[in-house]
């Protein structure tokens, strides 16, 4: 069984789109670009996350996208799923553009491939294209890109944030 901690909400089923079981799907802090692979979603279902092979994933606005999803062919069995929570895998989200990706990190520990040991997490800032790991350490803050190239893991049963950061980024 899939465990919901392993999973990040995508958004709610809005509304059928169509007469052929595809639906609206209205973002929750994702984007669909943010999707990686999209093989499978998770429909909350009676508190579960019950699987569904993605048929189409098309883009319809900024916060929204169209979903066809196996199994649900009709209109009228599309409105059965109106309102209920979609679920992705946290591999399936590239960790680039929204700090949402990354919920409840303060404390992690923040460990450099080459140096180690950097500090604690204390929030994602989000900026404008560029988010930053805001890192403390003792009285001295680092801010680290949140970027595919430096952010390499986020480990939520060690409490562990592992990067590769550029060269100098901490000899401030």
């Given at each position: 069984m899939i465990n919901k901690?392993?999973?990040?909400?995508?958004?709610?089923?809005?509304?059928?789109?169509?007469?052929?079981g595809s639906l609206i799907v209205r973002f929750?802090?994702?984007k669909a670009e943010d999707i990686k692979k999209r093989g499978l979603v998770f429909v909350e279902i009676d508190g579960l996350p019950v699987p569904f092979f993605?048929?189409?994933?098309?883009?319809?606005?900024?916060?929204?996208?169209?979903?066809?999803?196996?199994g649900i062919d009709t209109e009228n069995k599309a409105r059965e799923y109106m309102g209920y929570p979609v679920y992705v895998m946290k591999d399936q989200v590239k960790v680039t553009s929204s700090a949402k990706k990354i919920p409840d990190i303060k404390g992690y520990k923040v460990i450099d491939?080459?140096?180690?040991?950097?500090?604690?997490?204390?929030?994602?800032?989000?900026?404008?294209?560029?988010p930053l790991l805001s890192v403390l350490n003792?009285?001295?803050?680092?801010?680290?890109?949140?970027?595919?190239?430096i952010l390499l893991e986020v480990n939520d049963k060690e409490k562990v944030i592992r990067i590769n950061a550029p060269d100098g980024l901490f000899d401030i």
């Open positions: 901690d392993n999973c990040i909400l995508l958004g709610t089923l809005t509304k059928p789109h169509g007469t052929r929750s802090g994702l993605i048929e189409s994933f098309q883009e319809k606005t900024e916060d929204t996208v169209i979903l066809k999803i196996e491939v080459h140096l180690g040991f950097i500090g604690f997490a204390e929030e994602v800032l989000e900026m404008k294209n560029n003792g009285d001295k803050e680092f801010l680290v890109p949140v970027h595919e190239d």
